[in-house]
């Protein structure tokens, strides 16, 4: 079967009309305005009543029979508190009093001003989306000995594929080849290539730099990274944020207040103005009507929030909604998981102590009973055995939470874990034991200690400046760490750190996150491992490191760093601190002209042409700021 039978439509089959041909029938209205003015106003030609209603109004039905339409079907619900009936009355109300070019004008820089804002939505969601959809449409498989071409998606787990240099790659896997560079900017932001060797992970989206590579797939197309990349941004623009929901619910509330405003306008000084005159004061409450429009805040704000997701999109960090950008700016104290969050994770073996057996065999059967976890001090002992411990058979085992691993090695009962698992089984060891700083692997054999071995794991290059920044942000900093105090002090010594805890079991980093929250104030919790999911899910707002974070602790997460550098928490409250920024920037400038042009308009000063521009001008003005953001510097 050929690829192209499976393969979704590419993005020029789909992709949506837009630009001037679009918008002929306004642009033709704007065209009979700019003609009509010049005669009237440049050439002092006097056009007959009855000729000049009749263009003014073609070129008022080009330019808003789709306002029109959709006043007229949202007053058929009962909606007649909305933009398109405001915009209706007040341009129809213009040509009832004879101002036929003003009612042209209101209408054709109306829409204008709706093109650019419509345009501008569309090209900041089309920018969030096309910065993370970059999976490959298609794929080369090796089946029965030949390569084919085919979709991802009907690739199976297990299977191999191969990525020439310069592609893409298009599902997770693990490396084959025995090394290979990949460019990973549009998965983490860091355009620094990433040397992978034999069996590491390599992900889809990276991109293939100097050698053929080979990959074993791990994961379907639909359940990649990638994917579930794309999927959380896809719906980061569906949340909205508080302020985006407060301005929603003030145009609901200040669009029907404006309406009575405007018709108290026009009735009111019947009672005490003396020479009261009906079409002067009905013209004052057209232009109150037309400025108080309410689409440049309705618009630029969460044109503001789609620009604030893509900027942090575009530098690796990854928000699942408006909401949390806003809940960043107010964070007060960052909670940080220690492994994989501060330090790399890739632990090292650095010394072996036995007692009463061989050091070769205390590693062979620490190797044995760790094989069957997943925890990268686990991990570090397996490696460190180097496939000696596969004669070993191994049943009975179990994960004791916060402690280690529990299961029988060959006929033996074997403990491997941290110091707390021996005292929950009774198990005597040296004082001297409890002395060591290093992260260490105590193991018991039949109930009887045998031993340990250390471990070493790296801080990461910009731990410290992280911390350093968030000082200089006022924001406490606290780290939370299941592994033993004296190593946790050490790193939190070493980096600066307020606050740091040790020895922690899941539901101990809980309760010590909930006794944080009890102050009263914002709390991010950073973490990548599935013990940290509880935690990230009670912060106000949960932090999980995407790289060598667990799926659980990435899909409870608000926030999502995928190159677990720790700089980008910084990165992200900066995001964050720009698009509020700029979104109150665009509601003062927006609610200060309105405020201005309405007492002007009210009073008789301003005009429907001065509305017009004012309420199109500020709209543009808005968009222009939002715009912004995707340009700024993380």
């Known amino acids: 079967m050929k690829a ?58 080009l330019a808003g029979r789709k306002v029109l339409d959709l006043a007229w079907r949202k007053s058929k619900r009962g909606d007649f508190f909305n933009e398109f009936v405001l915009m209706s009355v007040a341009t129809i109300g213009a040509f009832i009093i004879g101002e036929y070019e003003e009612g042209v004008a209101v209408m054709v820089f109306y829409q204008i001003g709706e093109w650019f804002q419509d345009s501008a939505v569309k090209r900041a969601k089309r920018s969030i989306k096309a910065l993370l959809d970059i999976r490959p449409d298609e794929v080369i498989v090796l089946r029965n000995g030949k390569s084919q071409v085919i979709h991802p998606s009907e690739v199976e787990i297990g299977e191999k594929i191969q990525v020439k240099p310069g592609e893409k790659v298009a599902l997770d896997g693990d490396l084959i080849s025995e090394k290979a560079s990949f460019n990973t900017a549009a998965l983490t932001g860091e355009s620094k290539p990433d040397t992978k060797y034999k069996g590491e992970q390599v992900l889809a989206g990276m991109i293939n730099q100097n050698t053929l590579a080979e990959v074993k797939v791990t994961a379907l197309f639909r359940d990649s990274k990638l994917s579930k990349i794309l999927e959380m941004v896809q719906d980061a623009t569906a949340r909205k944020s508080q302020t985006q929901l407060f301005i929603s619910r003030f145009a609901k509330v200040y669009t029907p207040i404006v309406f009575f405003l405007a018709l108290a306008l026009c009735v009111t000084p019947i009672f005490f103005v003396d020479d009261y005159v009906f079409r ?62 501060l330090t790399k994770g890739v632990f090292k073996v650095q010394q072996v102590v036995s007692e009463g057996i061989e050091k070769e065999e205390l590693i062979k059967v620490a190797a044995a009973l760790e094989k069957n976890s ?10 460190y055995a180097d496939n000696k411990h596969q004669g070993l058979q191994t049943s009975n085992i179990e994960e004791i939470a916060g402690h280690g691993l529990k299961g029988i090695v060959g006929n033996k009962e074997v403990l491997a874990g941290n110091l707390k698992l021996l005292k929950k089984y009774d198990i005597a060891y040296p004082a001297e034991v409890e002395q060591i700083v290093d992260t260490i692997v105590v193991l018991s054999i039949d109930n009887k200690y045998a031993g340990y071995i250390t471990i070493a794991d790296e801080i990461k290059e910009d731990a410290y400046q992280a911390i350093k920044e968030m000082h200089r942000l006022n924001i406490k900093t606290v780290m939370l760490s299941g592994d033993k105090q004296t190593v946790v ?23 010590k996150v909930e006794a944080l929250k009890k102050e009263g104030v914002k709390l991010a919790f950073v973490g990548d ?25 990435i899909e ?79």
Not at 23 to 32: F, R
Not at 529 to 553: E, Q
């Open 556 to 634: 409870t997460a608000d926030v999502v760093i995928q190159n677990d550098q720790p700089s980008k928490i910084v990165a992200a409250i900066k995001a964050g601190k720009i698009t509020k920024n700029i979104v109150w920037q665009n509601i003062i400038l927006a609610m200060t002209v309105k405020i201005i042009v309405l007492a002007l308009g009210a009073g008789g000063v301003a005009t429907l042409w001065e509305a017009v521009i004012a309420d199109v001008g500020v709209a543009l003005l808005a968009i222009l700021n939002a715009v912004r953001i995707q340009r700024k510097d993380l």
């Open 374 to 383: 997943t925890h990268p001090i686990a991990i570090a002992v397996t490696d």
């Open 489 to 511: 002090d050490q790193v939190a010594k070493v980096l600066g750190i307020d606050e740091a805890y040790g020895g922690l079991l899941p539901d101990e980093k809980v309760e």
């Open 529 to 553: 491992g599935l013990n940290d999911a509880p935690v990230i899910a009670l912060a106000d707002v949960g932090i999980a490191m995407g790289g060598l974070g667990s799926d659980a602790t």
């Open 4 to 61: 192209a039978t499976s393969r979704p439509l590419s993005p020029k089959v789909n992709k949506e009309k837009t630009g001037w041909k679009t918008h002929w029938d306004l642009l033709l209205a704007l065209l009979i305005l700019v003609i009509l003015l010049t005669l009237e106003y440049g050439f002092n030609l006097d056009i007959p009543t009855i000729p000049l209603l009749a263009i003014n109004l073609i070129a008022y039905l």
């Open 280 to 341: 002067e004061w009905f013209y004052r409450a057209l232009v109150f009507l037309v400025i108080s429009c309410p689409c440049a805040l309705v618009v630029s704000i969460p044109l503001g929030y789609f620009g604030g997701i893509g900027l942090a999109s575009r530098n690796g960090i990854l928000f699942k909604g408006g909401n949390y950008l806003d809940v960043m700016t107010q964070v007060k104290t960052v909670v940080m998981d220690k492994t994989g969050t």
